[in-house]
């Protein structure tokens, strides 16, 4: 882990400086192909932490669709492609691009934007089949995005 | 179709739970007690004919063998309690008419054969279509004078279970034209309509995407022609409605409610793809 911090008010600062610092969802600019130049968070991104957000059902649950063989999951899915030589496919903006709103490099594509927090049809509060009180957050945070996107180029 | 079958090709997934399901294949043929075949596959209605897929398949078959086992044996189907349920209620009096189902409608092996197979149905007198549910609450608060059901609460779907099981083996047949067409339309349009904040229609899983797997998940296509449905995981019955209830829900959406006209129109289109598969009564599912 890149971001070793062991003083709680040091993190609690870095949290709040990091917060201050993301591209807000409504504010992401993406380039032809759907790709995102930027950190999402201004921050690197890292990977230990991806490879846990990709197995987090609360998270990205990635591998709910996608199977990696470096993660090892049980029964992982295959309703979207495997995720191995991912890196070798792709350059870091275009992963990006991919992960926060994969819809902008494959129209047609089911996979959910995982940084994107308006334009839904019926959108709920997480899985309770309730209308949503005030603004939904996007799935992941700007800088698990980064996290998901730093692993994803290790996938060599 | 690459379900693993006698006669199909096996996908790597499905070996890979092949493997580590002991016990023997089951196969494609659902014998209900040794002597009733139901149809699990058919020829896809000409509407489906841009949807790509040409053949539709029963969700019985995309279940591991032992789940499928469970349908073939009414004994060992933990639904057919719920029936034996509903059959007391037919002849029990309820309301203020103190009339039971059978004072009007006699022996339900006769009256209600079929009946599963046709809903839901328009009702010329209400103007709507009307789901198998909604015409048993019909029936109850205004020809009873009871109390309703909750819709897809135990005792509702312990009666659809019991009129449901009349029709076993009888090809699902609604009726999607005439004065059922517009919402019929309206079935479809909810049906690729991407809802939530996962952005997910009932087509990219169940049409786009079936016999694949999201997790240890086997998709199928979505078929409820074996509603209701005893679900091993809720230990309960579940109805059409309710799933999907669940299913819109899981987008991360906000759901709408089992007995609104948006999901009876949904069950609606959503029987009509299984035009020409067997009602199964009550089947079993994870």
New interface residues.
């Given amino acids: 882990m890149t971001r070793i911090i062991t003083l709680a008010s040091g993190l609690l600062a870095i949290a709040t400086m990091a917060a201050a610092e993301d591209v807000a969802p409504s504010a992401v600019s993406f380039a032809d192909g759907g790709a995102i130049l930027a950190s999402l968070s201004g921050m690197p991104g890292d990977p230990a932490n991806g490879a846990v957000v990709m197995v987090d059902r609360t998270k990205g649950n990635c591998?709910?669709?996608h199977q990696v063989t470096a993660i090892n999951a049980?029964?992982?899915?295959?309703?979207g492609p495997s995720l191995d030589g991912a890196g070798d496919r792709w350059d870091e903006s275009q992963l990006r691009g991919i992960v926060s709103n994969a819809k902008m490099t494959f129209p047609d594509t089911?996979m959910?934007?995982f940084y994107k927090n308006s334009g839904?049809?019926?959108?709920?509060a997480?899985?309770?089949?309730?209308?949503?009180e005030g603004d939904?957050p996007p799935?992941l945070t700007a800088q698990e995005v980064e996290d998901v996107v730093a692993y994803l180029a290790t996938l060599k | 179709m690459t379900r693993t079958t006698s006669k199909g090709v096996i996908s790597a997934a499905m070996l890979s739970v092949l493997a580590s399901t002991a016990g023997a294949e089951i196969g494609d043929k659902l014998v209900v007690n040794g002597d009733l075949e139901l149809t699990v596959e058919a020829p896809a209605p000409a509407f489906m004919a841009d949807t790509g897929i040409k053949t539709i398949y029963s969700g019985w078959l995309f279940r591991d063998p032992d789940t499928q086992k469970i349908e073939m044996d009414d004994f060992d189907n933990p639904g057919m309690l719920y029936v034996d349920q509903g059959a007391e209620m037919w002849n029990t009096p309820a309301g203020t008419s103190n009339k039971s189902c059978a004072d009007c409608h006699g022996d339900a092996t006769e009256t209600m054969a079929g009946v599963r197979a046709t809903y839901p149905k328009w009702n010329e007198a209400a103007g709507v279509v009307r789901s198998l549910q909604g015409q048993i609450e019909f029936c109850r608060t205004e020809h009873q004078g009871a109390e309703p059901w909750k819709y897809a609460k135990a005792e509702i779907n312990a009666m659809e279970a019991f009129i449901s099981m009349q029709s076993r083996g009888m090809p699902v047949n609604v009726a999607i034209d005439g004065p059922a067409q517009s919402t019929w339309e309206q079935g479809r349009e909810i049906y690729y309509t991407r809802y939530g904040q996962l952005e997910l229609s009932c087509a990219n899983c169940h049409e786009q995407n079936y016999d694949h797997y999201i997790r240890s998940d086997h998709l199928s296509q979505g078929q409820i022609n074996g509603f209701p449905v005893y679900r091993l995981k809720d230990t309960q019955l579940t109805t059409a409605s309710g799933r999907f209830v669940g299913c819109v829900r899981d987008t991360r959406a906000e759901t709408f409610k089992a007995d609104s006209a948006e999901f009876t129109a949904l069950e609606l289109y959503v029987a009509s793809r299984g035009n020409g598969l067997s009602v199964e009564g009550v089947s079993v599912r994870h």
């Fill in positions: 591998i709910a669709c049980d029964f992982p899915g295959n309703v089911v959910p934007s839904y049809i019926r959108p709920g997480a899985f309770t089949g309730k209308a949503p939904l799935l």
